[in-house]
């Protein structure tokens, strides 16, 4: 796990990660499972949305159940939205939630559990946003309920400090309404970003490009309908808020990027950790030897280690 501000003749990005040999024996063999088991499924693109959805509110997806759960709960907006709260008694600031699932699937409380253990482990109030989905609502709908959702936070705790933080399409809103917020210069206040396997760029980077049709929850065919959901519109996806890893990155605040080495958006995730560096923001950047798409969701040594460095991370920003 390296931080990008060394300041020594250490290389910034450790070769050595990316080497099969640091694969744990605890992932390969968990990732030779999971990819036998994926094999005797249809891919994610192959099916029919609603039936997704119903398999994944009933279980019986790919991932384990991680809620709902007692101890979270809905908060209906005055627009009609809904965000789901896992809080704290005195909380010492929010951690703004965006959840993944290609824009398409997945719902705040699918992430019950993790969010608790956030809340529990910084003294934060979890507020997960529950946006409109693709193909049903095209882009900006996803963006528009996340400011909404800001918005709402900003206004019940005016006082306190906002981390905004998602994985995979959640990371990919995260960085646009940072983007969005930092143009409408309503930075104020947000502490930190967490950016956890996301998707920055929605023309593709080649590692996603060139990723091709091997199942290991993610592939080039299913991140493609994935980003025809949600941006039919090609022309749309060169714009910086759309692509935060087009963006200019100024103003922006302390954030940590995480990926696994067997994530076709691996790039991604460098990429947009370089440019952040790069902007002259302090920058974490935890790479995970053999990590898949979403290896956090699942009992793995690695993934202990991922949600460690998520919560120090998230109390360093307070």
Known sequence: ????????????????????????????????????????????????????????????????????????????????????????????????????????????????????????????????????????????????????????VRAEWPDLPVVIGGESAGGHLTGSLLVALRDAGRMARVAGAVFNYGCFDMRMTASMANWGARKLVLSTPTVAWFIDNVMPEAATRAGPVASPLLADLSGMPPALFQVGTNDPLMDDTLQLAARWAGAGIETGLAVYPGGVHAFDAFDLDIARAFRARQIGFINDCL
């Open 1 to 152: 796990m390296q931080h990008m501000h060394t300041h020594d003749m250490k290389p910034v990005l450790d070769p050595a990660l990316f080497d099969a040999a640091a694969v744990s024996e605890e992932t390969a063999r968990f990732n030779a499972g999971l990819e036998a088991m994926l094999a005797d499924l249809p891919a994610t693109h192959e099916v029919p949305v609603e039936v997704t959805r119903k398999a994944r509110e009933e279980g019986k997806g790919i991932f384990p159940i991680r809620g709902p759960l007692e101890g979270s709960s809905w908060r209906e907006l005055a627009n009609g939205n809904r965000v789901r709260i896992s809080p704290v008694a005195e909380p010492r600031g929010i951690f703004l939630h965006i959840h993944g699932g290609g824009w398409t699937l997945g719902s705040p409380e699918h992430f019950d559990m993790p969010n608790q253990e956030i809340a529990a482990s910084t003294g934060m109030t979890v507020v997960s946003v529950k946006y409109r989905l693709a193909p049903e609502h095209v882009w900006p709908a996803q963006l528009e309920d996340c400011i909404a959702a800001f918005d709402w």
